[in-house]
Structures are given as C-alpha cells and as structure tokens.
Nanobody, 119 residues
Framework: QVQLVESGGGLVQTGGSLRLSCAAS????????MGWYRQAPGAQRESVAH???????NYADSVKGRFTISRDNAKNTVYLQMNNLKPEDTAVYYC?????????????WGQGTQVTVSS
C-alpha cells in the first residue's frame, strides 16, 4: 500500500503560479512512476505530467513550457510547479503513484486538491 497526501491548491488569477506537493508513504520502494492528473467539471480525468524514478519526465501538450514536475527523493515528495496559469487549468488535481511488484501493478491516488484560475 502507498498513501499519497497532496497540498498546495487554491485560487489564483490568470498568469499566476501555484506549486502542488504530493508526499508518499508506505511501500514507497514499489513506486515506479509518479505523476499528476486533473479533472475539470464534466470532463474526464487527464494526465498532466509524470516523472519516473530515474527522473525522466513527460508532459501533456497543454502544459508544456508552463508546468514543471520534480521530485525530492529524500522527502518522498513530488512537486508540480505551475506557472502562467490559465482558466482552462481549473480542475481538481490528483497525485498518482504507479507501483510495480512481483506479479502485480497498482495505481494509487491522492484525495485531490482544487486549483481554480480566475480570469
């Protein structure tokens, strides 16, 4: 089991910045990749950014150049720095951990944190 606790959401104006944090605990050695997803009202959950244990990253086209994902292995924490925010970034943001073990793989999710960008 892996537990994920998110923080850092809030209300910001267009062009502003926020940093989300996601702290992992539990069976962290099984974590292969961590990332952020978001879900706007009436929309499907979509991938925003991921980072592997080796530090490789990838981003959704809609956030490239504006968002940066990073990790602090000593703190078992992943961050999402969001700059130049737009109203279309408004959503609930969920932290995700993809875990691999012998004969299994699991996805774990945080509780979600609301990000609202006002125009």
């Amino acid at each position: 089991q892996v537990q994920l606790v998110e923080s850092g959401g809030g209300l910001v104006q267009t062009g502003g910045s926020l940093r989300l944090s996601c702290a992992a605990s539990g069976n962290i050695f099984s974590i292969n990749r961590m990332g952020w997803y978001r879900q706007a009202p009436g929309a499907q959950r979509e991938s925003v950014a991921h980072i592997t244990t080796s530090g490789n990253t990838n981003y959704a086209d809609s956030v490239k150049g504006r968002f940066t994902i990073s990790r602090d292995n000593a703190k078992n924490t992943v961050y999402l720095q969001m700059n130049n925010l737009k109203p279309e970034d408004t959503a609930v943001y969920y932290c995700n951990a993809f875990c691999i073990g012998i004969n299994y793989h699991n996805d774990y999710w945080g509780q979600g944190t609301q990000v609202t960008v006002s125009s």
